[in-house]
């Protein structure tokens, strides 16, 4: 069936460093994919998207490209900030209405 | 737009007391979820709905219930709370066409 990988956290970076969160995917055929963003005490965001192969998803500076060859979708950032640490989840959308949910990557950055 | 909103934030219940957990959408989404988030974990589906009248259930079912009579409104009724739903619970939205969910604020429910 459907499922989602990522990175296990948390990830810890310091100012300015660039950013990489793993997520691979398994899937049939090739569905939209999804970064959300949980900040602290808050509900889900949705981060970017792409919805087929080799698109490019980018907001706020992220970006992660659907590479249907290696099935990932990683997120990248060149330059984070303290603003931006949270936990990260990967998504895939699935059958049944419904979205396939990676565990989540927690992001802390150190000034 | 108020988006997706959840009510109450913040709840604190004894064993086997029962309560309601009240999501509404302005968006006029078709699709409704309820997740529970426990403390360091992603999230888990309880249930789904994909229209007003349909309802299914998703991971993690037993000891909720969960109702949608209008499209705006979709429901998480809890009942004989044990500590084991202590959880913080997020409620969601999607669009028929584009699968992205909006999720609610939450609700931080502890059973002690």
């Known amino acids: 069936g459907n499922s989602v990988t990522q990175m296990e956290g948390p990830v810890t970076l310091s100012e300015e460093a660039f950013l990489t969160i793993n997520c691979t995917y398994t899937a049939t055929g090739y569905p939209s994919l999804f970064w959300y963003v949980q900040y602290p005490g808050e509900g889900l965001q949705l981060l970017l998207k792409a919805t087929k192969a080799d698109d490019k998803g980018s907001n706020k500076g992220f970006e992660a490209t659907y590479r249907k060859e290696t099935t990932s979708f990683h997120l990248e950032k060149g330059s984070v900030q303290v603003s931006d640490s949270a936990v990260y989840f990967c998504?895939?959308?699935?059958?049944?209405?419904?979205?396939?949910w990676g565990a989540g990557t927690k992001l802390i950055i150190k000034p | 737009n108020a988006g997706v909103t959840q009510t109450p934030k913040f709840r604190i219940l004894k064993i086997g007391q029962s309560m309601t957990l009240q999501c509404a959408q302005d968006m006029n989404h078709n699709y409704m979820y309820w997740y529970r988030q426990d403390p360091g974990m992603g999230l888990k589906l309880i249930y789904y709905?994909?229209?007003?009248?349909?309802?299914d259930k998703g991971e993690v079912p037993n000891g909720y219930n969960v109702s949608r009579s209008t499209t705006e409104d979709f429901p998480l009724r809890l009942e004989l709370a044990a500590p084991s739903q202590t959880s913080v619970y997020f409620c969601?939205?999607?669009?028929?066409?584009?699968?992205?969910?909006?999720f609610g604020p939450g609700t931080r429910l502890t059973v002690t």
């Open positions: 998504a895939l959308r699935g059958s049944n209405y419904q979205l396939i």
């Open positions: 969601a939205s999607s669009p028929r066409d584009t699968y992205e969910q909006y």
């Open positions: 709905s994909v229209g007003a009248g349909i309802t």
